[in-house]
């Protein structure tokens, strides 16, 4: 028996892996001190919890556990690094580089900046959703300081070359920043072999506890350092004060020590799933994949099946929860604009659909979920006009539309 | 956000899908939004001779609220003449559907998309067209 709804919206979050939950229940009505307070066993128990968990985040990523910053989440992490490197290098330079597909709290971030002087350059991408070394290379300039590329996509799922652009930014004595919210923890994240500068996750994304992040800060070969964004108590080495969450780090380094074990199998079990549902879904008459194929997280796929509209196939798959493209619930009427970034018509951009496998799904809701997406996709196309155009073999782009 | 009962039930269950012959001089078609935008609905009236619509049908590219929209304004124009038809107002089927504020476009559309096909059938049958509002959505 399945149990109904089905969650294929694990790139939005994840549920707690109960090894998790169990690992940070202690630290709620035992061992509740604060980390800070050193003079007691409530503060030493909390202390040695979070070094000890420190350890387990740094390891994900293969750091060393002093180049951990903890903070409420990638989104904190994002801003740290970008206006926190903004002020700390000033003298140095003020020009960013970025991807027009990232995350808005990178994004947006950036677009805080220039209001304070900072000139950001905001690469495009092909429409495999890939930005290439190249682009990279022709935007720095002298006063290059930093460079912020996503590890993989969160719409798509696309992995951007990282080891590449981090080489090329050490050779221009550029750092390099990347939002890796969506990868650590999925595949192989290495800052070592990357060469990674300052590198953001999220513990909400990989089974552990939302509220809770890290940054990594290299301390050698450059030593980094980021302007504190949050100041008070000098916490995390005056890098972001505030009375640490214990529970949450606790739950973050849980998450982090199962993930580097399981990574591997994990992948391997949830890239066929993904595939068997990709290949199921794409026989569908006029359904198209979004972004590269190959270079691709192994738990995502992303689909437009045209001629039906995103909000309008999600209620038809109410047993199935995922994301669309489209966003005829915000007030824009906007589709995604990652999704446009690739070159997509809106059209398709409103017809598309993220699926976001995760560590609780089976074959059997994979099964469900294509016979569920299938009918309801011929369903609506049965009631779309569109469809009816396109199979009497009208040009949709002939027609001239009423604006709205 | 969660839909009403309403929306649920027209969309699940749509009253009258489908095509009329659009050469017809009985058939008036309306066909009005852009699928870049995200909704297209296509409603068709047949009026008989007496003036009433006498079947309609519609086709929606559209999300829940939109579908459910286009199906209501169906089941509202059948058995009414033209001139009662013209006098439907947006703001009825946002109230029969409960639509909230960032669905009230959908009901617009709706208005619209029958607003045009009675006005494909007046062209067709030699009537001036009518000075439509222009509506903002």
Redesign the interface.
């Known amino acids: 028996m399945i149990q109904l709804p089905i969650y294929l919206d694990n790139n939005s979050t994840t549920k707690c892996d109960p090894r998790v939950f169990e690992a940070m229940t202690p630290f709620f009505l035992e061992d509740f001190g604060n980390a800070a307070s050193k003079s007691h066993a409530f503060g030493w128990k909390a202390e040695e919890a979070v070094d000890y968990a420190r350890e387990q985040i740094a390891k994900v990523i293969g750091a060393n556990s002093k180049e951990i910053i903890i903070t409420s989440g990638a989104t904190e992490s994002n801003n740290l690094a970008l206006k926190g490197v903004y002020e700390m290098y000033a003298a140095k330079g003020n020009h960013f580089i970025t991807v027009s597909t990232e995350h808005k709290a990178v994004l947006d971030a950036c677009k805080h900046l220039e209001k304070l002087g900072a000139e950001v350059s905001y690469l495009p991408v092909g429409e495999d959703g890939l930005v290439t070394v190249e682009q990279i290379k022709a935007a720095i300039k002298p006063n290059t300081v930093l460079v912020s590329v996503m590890y993989a996509n969160n719409e798509l799922g696309v992995i951007q070359p990282i080891r590449e652009i981090a080489a090329l930014c050490k050779e221009h004595g550029v750092l390099f920043h990347t939002d890796a919210t969506q990868a650590v923890g999925k595949i192989p994240v290495d800052v070592i072999a990357d060469q990674i500068d300052l590198l953001s996750f999220t513990a909400h994304k990989m089974y552990g506890p939302k509220g809770v992040g890290a940054l990594y800060v290299r301390r050698k070969n450059p030593r980094v350092k980021v302007t504190a964004q949050i100041d008070g108590g000098g916490h995390e080495r005056g890098m972001r004060s505030g009375t640490l969450n214990v529970p949450g780090i606790v739950g973050f380094g849980k998450a982090c020590e199962i993930a580097l074990q399981e990574m591997e199998s994990e992948g391997a079990r949830l890239r066929v799933l993904r595939d068997k549902l990709e290949n199921a879904l794409l026989q569908l008459e006029e359904s198209y994949l979004n972004g590269h194929k190959e270079h691709r997280l192994p738990h995502t796929t992303n689909i437009s099946f045209k001629y039906v509209e995103g909000e309008g196939l999600m209620m038809g798959i109410k047993d199935v929860a995922v994301s669309s493209g489209s966003a005829c619930t915000s007030a824009s009427l906007e589709p995604s604009y990652v999704l446009k970034n690739l070159g997509l018509d809106d059209e398709l951009a409103h017809s598309s659909i993220r699926f976001g496998l995760g560590r609780f799904t089976t074959e059997e809701e994979i099964d469900f979920t294509i016979k569920c997406v299938s009918d309801a996709v011929n369903k609506l196309r049965d009631m779309s006009p569109l469809w009816e155009m396109f199979k009497e073999g009208i040009d949709l782009k002939s027609i001239e539309w009423s604006e709205h | 956000?969660a839909?009403s009962e309403k929306v649920?039930d027209h969309?699940t269950n749509?009253r009258n899908?489908g095509?009329l012959d659009k050469s017809s001089s009985q058939v008036g078609t309306g066909?009005?939004?852009?699928?870049?935008?995200?909704?297209?609905?296509?409603l068709q009236i047949q009026v008989g001779e007496n003036g009433v619509i006498e079947e309609a049908k519609?086709?929606?590219?559209?999300?829940?609220s939109?579908?459910a929209s286009s199906s209501l304004a169906t089941e509202w124009l059948k058995g009414k003449t033209v001139d009662q038809a013209l006098a439907i107002d947006n703001m009825e089927i946002v109230e029969e559907l409960a639509l909230p504020p960032?669905k009230i476009?959908c009901s617009?559309?709706a208005e619209?998309a029958i607003k045009a096909a009675i006005n494909d059938y007046r062209v067709k049958n030699g009537m001036e067209p009518l000075e439509l509002e222009k509506?903002h959505?």
């Not at chain 2, 066909?31 to 296509?42: H, N, Q, T, W």
């Not at chain 2, 519609?58 to 829940?64: A, E, H, S």
Request: with cysteine.
């Open positions: 956000m839909y649920i969309y749509p899908i095509t066909l009005v939004g852009a699928p870049e935008c995200g909704d297209v609905m296509r519609f086709k929606t590219f559209g999300c829940g939109a579908i960032v476009h617009v559309l619209d509506s959505h």
